[in-house]
Nanobody, 127 residues
Framework: QVQPLESGGGLVQAGGSLRLSCAASGRTITRYTMGWFRQAPGKEREFVAAIRWSGGSTYYADSVKGRFTISRDNAKNTVYLQMTRLKPEDTAVYYC????????????????????WGQGTQVTVSS
């Protein structure tokens, strides 16, 4: 079982940057596509970005494309989300999760496709 632990959140001004980390314990994440999701107050959890288990492919929500970069270091069992040009609408709790199917050939974006959720890290962007 993969147990993600997110860190790196905080308060930042609009236009600033943050780097989130997701350190996974338990099972290695090498065979799992990993995703970042976020949930703002009063809203449903939404897909942000994902990186395929092989590390060769990534996929982003339109709202973050060109501003956020997902990466992974399988040797450290860690996934990262570099966030730049942050906007107030990026304010949310950010979660890391592992695809429920190991070595899936495609990247999926539905929350129901992911298991092993972390506790989340708060990102607040002030205007």
């Amino acid at each position: 079982q993969v147990q993600p632990l997110e860190s790196g959140g905080g308060l930042v001004q609009a236009g600033g940057s943050l780097r989130l980390s997701c350190a996974a314990s338990g099972r290695t994440i090498t065979r799992y596509t990993m995703g970042w999701f976020r949930q703002a107050p009063g809203k449903e959890r939404e897909f942000v970005a994902a990186i395929r288990w092989s590390g060769g492919s990534t996929y982003y929500a339109d709202s973050v494309k060109g501003r956020f970069t997902i990466s992974r270091d399988n040797a450290k069992n860690t996934v990262y989300l570099q966030m730049t040009r942050l906007k107030p609408e990026d304010t949310a709790v950010y979660y890391c999760a592992a695809d429920r199917i190991p070595m899936r050939t495609i990247i999926v974006v539905g929350t129901y496709e992911y298991d092993y959720w972390g506790q989340g890290t708060q990102v607040t962007v002030s205007s």
